[in-house]
């Protein structure tokens, strides 16, 4: 066949496929100017799925009686009722278990709060998954909240040694960690004298209700433990206003008997008043004793290694840190002051500065205690 020929053949073929084309977008044009056109080709495809699956019904319909007889009887775990509420941990040391409407109601009046038991931390918890506590003197519980009676916003909590009978007088409850399902990952551990550690979850599973969850040093305290979140870095912060940002990778993993490695190089007479997992999207909170408060952008700290005295994060002056916190988004802080009356003020209400400042005389008469008001998971 000539060229001439095969030329023709091909701008036919593309005359025919755009005549198509024409066709299809006036019948596509059509249907979107025409709700009714729009509802008969609804009609028509679930007619057309209706003809090409139609198949008998797999199930059985039965009466009331039919469905008792066939039901089975539930086993003992199905028979323990479902239980909620929001537990409590406060200043005391102490948790108890309210009902979420009770925790609602209460936390409105911060105004109220009595000094001794200010809530410090609130999780939403039930009996169908495992709640680990953790205290002050580096020991652990697994509690059973059915073992946890229901108490009011205005009730006494529980100390650790009321809640186990194992726990030493005096010891005190710093944090609890909530699973709903079966608990896995890992957990890191923070000291008042410096020390971090992480350990694997699933070596505090299988102990007894009341063990050690690390190895303290004399005189050294627990002061937080947190999930690890590897996407986070870590932050310490001493009274004396030193902080260290390091990289999770820093920190080896740990039996649960271990007593860790160090983090933040400390000062003769300093001791640290927060350690815990930051990210860059977000601000970390100052306030002082003295009643200073500021913002400071997290990505402006510089991420460092281990075992260093870092850098400063606030001109305290004669004062010491008092609250470290982190926030994205607003919430509301219980600022304690020392005539014990409390204040209420928002995060985005303190202004955000530079780490070498002392930060806004937001509280003349100085801080004693601060609480966050955000309820947390864990």
């Not at 941990?89 to 948790?95: C, E, H, M, Q, R």
């Not at 039930?126 to 509690?143: E, H, P, S």
């Not at 186990?164 to 609890?176: A, H, L, M, S, Y």
């Not at 400071?296 to 290694?305: A, K, W, Y």
Request: hydrophobic share 40%; glycine share 8%.
């Amino acid at each position: 066949m000539r060229l001439k020929s095969l030329t023709h053949l091909e701008v036919e073929a593309l005359e025919n496929e755009l005549a198509d084309l024409e066709k299809k977008i006036k019948y596509y044009e059509d249907i979107l100017g025409s709700t009714r056109r729009q509802y008969g080709v609804i009609k028509d495809e679930l007619q057309e799925i209706k003809k090409r699956m139609a198949i008998g019904r797999a199930s059985t319909i039965m009466g009331v009686e039919e469905a008792q007889d066939m039901a089975s009887v539930p086993t003992a775990e199905e028979a323990i009722a479902y239980r909620d509420g929001v537990l409590v941990l406060d200043t005391s040391g102490a948790i108890k278990l309210i009902s979420q409407k009770s925790y609602s109601t209460g936390i409105k009046n911060a105004a109220g709060f009595n000094k001794k038991n200010v809530p410090v931390q609130a999780v939403p918890v039930n009996n169908k998954g495992t709640l680990f506590a953790f205290t002050d003197q580096g020991n652990f519980i697994r509690v059973d909240i059915n073992d946890l009676p229901d108490k009011k916003w205005s009730d006494k909590g529980g100390v650790v040694n009321q809640i186990n009978r194992e726990g030493k007088p005096g010891e005190k409850f710093v944090k609890v960690i909530f699973f709903p399902s079966t608990p896995v990952g890992k957990f890191i551990f923070f000291t008042k004298g410096g020390l971090v550690k992480m350990s694997d979850i699933n070596d505090y599973i299988s102990t007894n209700a009341y063990a050690p969850a690390l190895n303290l040093v004399e005189k050294d305290e627990l002061i937080n433990v947190e999930l690890v979140q590897e996407d986070k870095e870590i932050l310490e912060v001493t009274a004396q206003g030193q902080c260290l940002v390091y990289t999770l990778d820093q920190i080896p993993l740990h039996g649960r008997r271990a007593q860790g490695v160090n983090g933040v190089k400390l000062n003769d007479g300093d001791y640290v008043v927060f350690g815990g997992q930051i990210e860059e999207e977000g601000e970390v909170l100052v306030l002082t004793a003295a009643g200073h408060v500021k913002r400071i952008i997290s990505s402006t700290l510089d991420v460092s290694n281990r075992y260093l005295k870092g850098v400063k994060i606030t001109d305290v002056g004669d004062s010491i840190i008092s609250w470290i916190g982190f926030v994205k988004m607003p919430y509301d802080l219980a600022v304690v002051l020392p005539d014990e009356s409390v204040s209420v003020v928002n995060t985005e209400d303190i202004p955000i500065d530079t780490r070498t400042t002392k930060g806004k005389k937001l509280f003349k008469s100085g801080i004693d205690t601060v609480i966050s008001l955000e309820q947390n998971e864990n």
